[in-house]
């Protein structure tokens, strides 16, 4: 079975411009979560989308938006970046309530984002 | 805010010692509370997992304990191999049916000395 799959794996933006990362989950998971790890931190939570609409969002400034298409895939899209923003970006797909019943998140590898 | 401490930061324990890592949590709504390791260069992988309504849960090597009137909750891992080391991320989430936010700790880094 495939896991959760995110592209690309590395990418390097300038300041201010806009970049978009996607993920494609574990076949029947409808949820799908977005993390910002920077080097020698946690994650931290982003969104999480079900069913194509956004159930929760992380304390990230609007510039950050994601979306999730018919087929469960999702796009996180960042605007006008930072140097701030360059970090670990992680996808995890997850059957909602799966964690009342064990299963947790099943994560991607991350796409590495290099703003410069 | 929730929040999730960890410690230690580090730890190096000698081939067949224990290591043990321990974490508090601020939201006492929180229900799951799951352990993840990452090793370089890729996502964190979910090890272990507890729910409120459990105080320990044990597999093979791991193990974790959870005192939800503290709201402490700690990894163990006996006999440690090479193949340990890695960074190691404790958790805390009050899940719904269509939402899950998960609040990771800052990581603790495990080496294990052969």
């Known amino acids: 079975d495939a896991g959760v799959t995110q592209s690309p794996t590395h990418l390097i933006k300038t300041r201010g411009q806009h970049v978009t990362l996607r993920c494609s989950p574990i076949?029947?998971?409808?949820?799908v979560s977005w993390y910002q790890q920077v080097l020698g931190q946690g994650p931290q939570f982003i969104f999480q989308?079900?069913?194509?609409?956004?159930?929760g969002r992380g304390n990230f400034p609007d510039r950050f938006s994601a979306r999730q298409f018919p087929n469960y895939s999702s796009e996180l899209n960042v605007n006008a970046l930072l140097l701030g923003d360059s970090a670990l970006y992680l996808c995890?797909?997850?059957?909602?309530?799966?964690?009342?019943?064990?299963?947790?998140?099943?994560f991607g590898s991350g796409t590495r984002l290099t703003v410069v | 805010g929730e929040n999730v401490e960890q410690h230690p930061s580090t730890l190096s324990v000698q081939e067949g010692d224990s290591a043990v890592i321990k974490c508090t949590y601020s939201d006492s709504a929180s229900n799951y509370f799951p352990w993840y390791k990452q090793e370089l260069g890729k996502g964190p992988q979910l090890i272990i997992d507890i729910r409120s309504n459990v105080g320990e849960k044990k597999d093979q090597r791991i193990a974790v304990t959870l005192n939800k009137t503290a709201k402490h909750f700690s990894l163990h891992i006996t006999e440690t191999q090479p193949e340990d080391s890695a960074v190691y991320f404790c958790a805390a989430s009050m899940t719904g049916t269509s939402y899950d936010k998960v609040i990771f700790g800052p990581g603790t880094s495990l080496s294990v000395i052969p």
């Open positions: 995890a797909s997850s059957l909602p309530g799966t964690p009342l019943h064990g299963g947790g998140y099943t």
């Open positions: 989308y079900y069913e194509k609409e956004e159930r």
């Open positions: 076949s029947g998971h409808k949820s």
